[in-house]
């Protein structure tokens, strides 16, 4: 095998689930023997570590994409970028399609364009296929990818209060966040004791009820501290709306034998669309159907022990080996054809 030399496009390094997809992506394709380095628009972050290459540049332009077998855009203003610099060596990375976020929606046309361009898809969830596809239909599922140091063991006993985890930014209106709130908020006007704990890339915002409603707030954590806050926790509520590209939290939390309350969304049920056992499913932007499955899985040591035990054994799919595998296969087998 002729290791491949490989650039990812990225506009930004600040904390996310989408830059340490990426930067997983390529740390498990280094430890195959292939080269990467990340072109970015910021410095290397400190938040996480990485072992790809990183090449700070002002504007894309300055890459010498002839070096590199293929250019992969992660972000919707990548696209054209990488279509320019690479031609039929562009992939593009597809975590969610940010034209159907609201905070998007005045540049929708132009990410629309952008995603019409004739680029291959590695999408990370069976629910992006079919909205990709739209655009062009060159598009293939690699997985998701949850590192390592989440998964564990499943764990017997339950905090006094339960430890209820609820992540995502309330700023961005995907993740659903209130719903997070209205949740605990009704399972405790129905007699449960709950201790919420809230977790943001970013500071509470003016309007969130973090100070009354949360027990706990946590900003900005690092790969490792959000592991170790992970598995203090004892459920999980992910609340996200049917944009929501994957909900890599929620997967985390499964790894870590947290049992999960999810919303009834595309990219949650896609999980394993045969058996949906692995959570509690609720209606999406529905607190107090979340708030039930809350309570459900508060009372209920059984049901908490069963869900954790299936939620961790669906999570395995998301291994970085498993995910690494496909998308060196993909790699390897579009560099043949060329």
Excluded at 76 to 103: K, V
Excluded at 107 to 129: F, G, H, M, N, T
Excluded at 161 to 174: I, K, N
Aim: a negative charge; proline letters at 4%; one cysteine or more.
């Amino acid at each position: 095998m002729t290791p491949l030399c490989i650039a990812y496009l990225n506009e930004e390094a600040d904390l996310s689930g989408g830059v340490r997809v990426m930067l997983a992506h390529a740390d498990e394709l280094i430890a195959r023997g292939h080269s990467v380095t990340i072109v970015s628009k910021s410095a290397s972050p400190s938040w996480i570590r990485t072992r790809a290459e990183w090449q700070l540049v002002t504007d894309f332009t300055e890459l010498d994409a002839s070096i590199f077998d293929f250019v992969i855009a992660t972000f919707w203003t990548t696209l054209a970028p990488a279509h320019q610099l690479a031609g039929d060596r562009a992939l593009h990375l597809c975590q969610g399609y940010e034209g159907s976020f609201s905070f998007y929606a005045a540049q929708k046309r132009e990410i629309d364009a952008a995603y019409s361009l004739a680029i291959p898809r590695l999408v990370i969830s069976e629910s992006l296929v079919q909205i990709c596809r739209q655009f062009h239909d060159d598009v293939t599922v690699i997985g998701q990818v949850v590192d390592d140091r989440f998964y564990r063991d499943i764990r017997k006993n339950i905090s006094e209060p339960p430890r209820v985890l609820v992540t995502g930014a309330h700023q961005v209106d995907l993740k659903g966040v209130d719903d997070g709130y209205g949740a605990v908020l009704h399972a405790r006007a129905n007699g449960a004791k709950v201790h919420m704990v809230r977790v943001s890339p970013w500071a509470p915002a003016r309007d969130e009820p973090s100070d009354i409603v949360a027990d706990e707030f946590h900003v900005a954590l690092t790969a490792d501290a959000m592991t170790e806050l992970v598995h203090s926790c004892d459920i999980f509520v992910g609340p996200n709306h049917k944009e929501e590209g994957f909900g890599l939290p929620a997967a985390e939390a499964m790894a870590s034998a947290i049992p999960c309350v999810l919303t009834s969304i595309p990219s949650f049920l896609s999980f394993d669309e045969e058996n949906r056992d692995y959570a509690l499913f609720a209606n999406e932007k529905d607190a107090i159907d979340l708030g039930e499955r809350l309570l459900d899985l508060i009372t209920d040591d059984e049901l908490r022990e069963r869900t954790a035990t299936r939620g961790r054994e669906v999570a395995e799919q998301f291994r970085s080996h498993r995910s690494g595998e496909r998308l060196e296969a993909f790699l390897l087998a579009r560099a043949a054809a060329r």
